[in-house]
């Protein structure tokens, strides 16, 4: 599962990055030290510099399907430390024990997506000046309703053109290989396998760097999801990952 597929030191080289998206399981990291394994799981801890201070995490990772009470039972005994636990999608969990919830994907290089849009002309960025970010600003409003800007030297942009109108993109972090802040589509093209024109290209991308693998997070807007959440889960299982993982806080 993760650890098989990249071993501790690549988790912590990919986890590391993933911080600069400050979501909740994942923040600027100032250490990572892999605690202990027991079985199927491993007890990451994290030190996390929040608003200049330094937090104290731990991360559980099931690499397969265990009995949560347990995992539960086993990370009470971690004192006031933040706790995440990262499970496979499918695991039983009861979300009153948690108060923040996202999933995790990843996709090896050979995986299979859905048709692509065929029509759907693409174009990789890997600078942008003020016109450019216009573009992009254009896209994730009429996708998502606001506006997170790039990187320069974290990102490439891909964004999908049909018909010569600017329609979806994607952010390709450079570092790890993760889809930063997913992949969007302008609401009048949605259903269209534009999507999966970008996430296919995505893959294409990265198997040209030499990656072994993209992921994508999603954080969800509830713990028990809203409907742009579902509508996102379910374009990401429909096009194949080949790793699928839940992630949560818990709420103690």
Not at 104 to 110: A, H, S
Not at 113 to 131: A, C, F, Q, V
């Amino acid at each position: 599962m993760l650890f098989g597929l990249m071993g501790f030191q690549g988790f912590a080289k990919w986890y590391a990055e993933l911080g600069k998206l400050r979501i909740f399981w994942a923040k600027p990291v100032k250490s990572i030290n892999l605690l202990a394994k027991e079985d199927s799981l491993y007890f990451v801890a994290v030190e996390w510099i929040v608003r200049g201070k330094i937090r104290d995490a731990i991360i559980c990772i099931a690499e397969k399907q265990y009995e949560i009470s347990k995992i539960i039972g086993k990370l009470r005994d971690y004192g006031d430390s933040v706790k995440i636990l990262i499970v496979p999608e499918e695991s039983p969990i009861n979300l009153s024990l948690v108060n923040a919830r996202s999933i995790l994907y990843f996709w090896n290089m050979d995986a299979k997506t859905l048709e692509p849009n065929r029509h759907t002309r693409m174009k990789i960025y890997s600078e942008w000046g003020d016109d450019e970010l216009r573009m992009f600003m254009k896209i994730h409003k009429e996708s998502w309703g606001f506006f997170i800007p790039p990187r320069q030297g974290d990102h490439i942009v891909l964004v999908a053109f049909l018909n010569d109108s600017p329609v979806g993109m994607t952010y390709l972090n450079i570092h790890n290989f993760n889809i930063d802040y997913g992949i969007h589509v302008i609401k009048s093209h949605w259903r269209s396998r534009i999507g999966t024109a970008l996430l296919a290209e995505t893959l294409k991308l990265a198997r040209s760097m030499n990656a072994t693998s993209i992921s994508v997070v999603r954080v969800f807007r509830s713990v028990g999801g809203a409907s742009s959440d579902t509508r996102a889960v379910k374009f990401y299982r429909a096009n194949n990952p080949s790793m699928k993982m839940s992630v949560y806080r818990l709420n103690y």
